[in-house]
């Protein structure tokens, strides 16, 4: 399976590449057919390739090239996940030791930029998931951009969106996962009255 691939370095390469060939074959297909749904689900496919192998510039290309198709057959559902994706994307790449500060606000601007999208149209359609999906995004993007206020705003919006969206989970699950994200909540809390009183002892001091 995958797991044992995975063990080995040298045979997750190989695996992964035997796997993106096959997809590559597939888009070809898809596109010589013009078939729009089956070429919007190859870019993903290959994303999600690129993603396990850590190629994440490369993955968020193939995502993106997923966006466009599927905004083209107005697939709103998919474009919100997609757009999720990216976002999700973005964050992974700003954590990167290899970034430095400037880019990296870049990317995590960026993130904002479509984890709004993301929430904007799950709401339309009132996907839960990708909402909830995107709300831990863009709390996340915001905390890492110090936009405490922000930040909180989406925590609060996640934790209430978790009950909705795992009504079939055990209750057990369930706290465990909201535990974890009001501990979060707490933290950005504290962060937002330490610079409040930095600024006050500040304005005190002039």
């Known amino acids: 399976g995958i797991g044992d691939h995975m063990e080995n370095p040298d045979s997750a390469k190989a695996y992964f590449d035997v796997t993106m060939d096959y ?3 597939s888009l070809a297909i898809c596109e010589s057919m013009n078939d729009l749904h089956g070429m919007a689900n190859c870019y993903m496919n290959i994303g999600v390739v690129n993603w396990r192998l850590r190629q994440y510039e490369e993955s968020i290309a193939y995502y993106k090239n997923a ?9 709103r559902t998919g ?4 757009l999720g994706n990216i976002a999700y994307g973005y964050i992974t790449i700003s954590d990167s030791g290899a970034v430095n500060s400037e880019h990296r606000i870049l990317y995590l601007n960026e ?4 984890g ?15 909402k909830k999906n995107a709300a831990g995004y863009l709390k ?9 206020n922000k ?11 978790l009950d909705s969206f795992y009504n079939k989970r055990t209750s057990a699950e369930i706290t465990e996962i909201e535990s974890k994200y009001r501990n979060e909540k707490q933290l950005l809390e504290i962060e937002k009255l330490e610079n409040e009183r930095s600024l006050q002892n500040e304005t005190i001091a002039r």
């Not at 709004?116 to 990708?130: D, G, Q």
């Not at 930040?151 to 969106?161: G, H, T």
Request: glycine share 2%.
């Open 67 to 75: 966006l466009e198709v599927r905004e083209r057959i107005n697939d």
């Open 79 to 82: 474009v919100a996940m997609v």
């Open 116 to 130: 709004l999208r993301s929430y904007e149209i799950a709401e339309s359609i009132n996907s839960v998931e990708h």
């Open 111 to 114: 993130a904002v930029r479509y």
């Open 23 to 25: 997809y590559n074959q």
């Open 151 to 161: 930040a909180l705003f989406y925590a609060d919006m996640y934790i209430a969106l």
């Open 140 to 148: 996340s993007a915001y905390k890492k951009l110090g936009l405490n």
